[in-house]
């Protein structure tokens, strides 16, 4: 049987460019894209696409069955900043949305589970450089709390279940089509659009604030090479550590100087630095690497050229 897949948070940062790529494999009528909100015309037009409320299990079961789906993206999600803002909004869309997806897996209804984790999981305790895959975890924010707990259902679901989910642990994601919403990371797509913009950029994170990021193209060949490897080569079931460049606003600038050379960034750090500073550094990948075959391409400079040719 062909696949059908479903993909709930279609109109956010990575749904968006998932979507895209889901549909020019798999063919666009077998890519169900949903999302809470309606999409652009064009985003509606290209494929099936359903409102969907990923916390009501009633209307994720009826799109599931209407659309004899087998494979779920859960990519909707309220992210580290404005979770800090809406605790127990963001716990239950984060929980709610994934228990949901997980049951429907456990009865049966659908064969395959992508869920995204994320470096929140990690915290002040945690060692920052080179950050092994299994380590301390006192992850400060809800949303780093939601994706840790998370993780443990995943386990959980497949070791007593046999659900077939499988996730990754996002680092900061920087594209073009889709700005993100509410991240901590997010300062590394804004600079993009205020140095074409303005010419300059006023940080919200301080000078030397390193953390780990990935272009999103890197990110959704991970998210598609996880979904496609073999199920015995998966061997972590909570989520997997996955690296791809990491630095800090001084250097992404610089970056950005070698195309715009009177670009200008300022510091003003606020509540999001805090959040910075209990993420790691660097990570470490080699489980990735390793199981199924991960291997990020894109590195800053290559990024950078990408990012502001076609902002422009
Ligand atoms: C955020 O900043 O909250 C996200 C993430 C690292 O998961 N981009």
């Given at each position: 049987m062909k696949k059908r897949i479903l993909i709930i948070g279609a109109c956010g940062q990575i749904g968006t460019e998932l979507t895209e790529a889901l549909r020019k494999r798999f063919g666009a009528d077998r890519v169900v894209a949903s999302d809470i909100r309606e999409g652009t015309p064009e985003f509606v037009q290209n494929g099936p696409f359903e409102l969907l409320d990923a916390t009501d299990f009633d209307a994720l079961e009826d799109i599931v069955f209407r659309h004899k789906i087998d494979t779920v993206y859960l990519m909707a999600a309220m992210l580290s900043a404005i979770a800090e803002r809406f605790p127990s909004k963001a716990w239950h869309l984060n929980m709610t949305s994934l228990f949901n997806v997980l049951d429907l897996a456990k009865e049966n209804k659908i064969k395959k589970v992508f869920w995204p984790s994320s470096i929140a999981v990690f915290g002040s305790t945690t060692p920052r450089e080179n950050t092994p895959q299994t380590t301390i975890m006192e992850p400060s924010t809800v949303y780093g709390i939601s994706k840790q707990t998370g993780e443990r259902w995943c386990e959980y679901y497949h070791k007593n279940y046999g659900v077939d989910v499988?996730?990754?642990?996002?680092?900061?994601?920087?594209?073009?089509?889709?700005?993100?919403?509410?991240?901590?990371?997010?300062?590394?797509?804004?600079?993009?659009?205020?140095?074409?913009?303005?010419?300059?950029?006023?940080?919200?994170?301080?000078?030397?604030?390193?953390?780990?990021?990935?272009?999103?193209?890197?990110?959704?060949?991970?998210?598609?090479?996880?979904?496609?490897?073999?199920?015995?080569?998966?061997?972590?079931?909570s989520s997997y550590n996955l690296a791809g460049i990491s630095f800090d606003p001084e250097e992404i600038a610089s970056s950005i100087r070698e195309h715009i050379p009177d670009f200008e960034i300022t510091y003003e750090p606020d509540f999001r630095q805090a959040i910075a500073d209990s993420w790691p550094k660097t990570i470490d990948d080699s489980d990735a690497r390793k199981d199924w075959g991960w291997k990020h391409e894109y590195d800053l400079a290559e990024m950078t050229r990408i990012m502001l040719e076609n902002l422009k």
């Open positions: 499988r996730s990754i642990r996002y680092p900061g994601l920087i594209s073009y089509t889709t700005e993100p919403g509410g991240g901590t990371t997010d300062y590394a797509v804004e600079i993009y659009h205020r140095a074409l913009k303005n010419g300059n950029y006023r940080c919200f994170l301080k000078a030397g604030t390193v953390l780990p990021m990935m272009y999103m193209a890197d990110a959704i060949r991970a998210t598609i090479g996880i979904m496609d490897a073999k199920e015995q080569d998966i061997k972590i079931r």
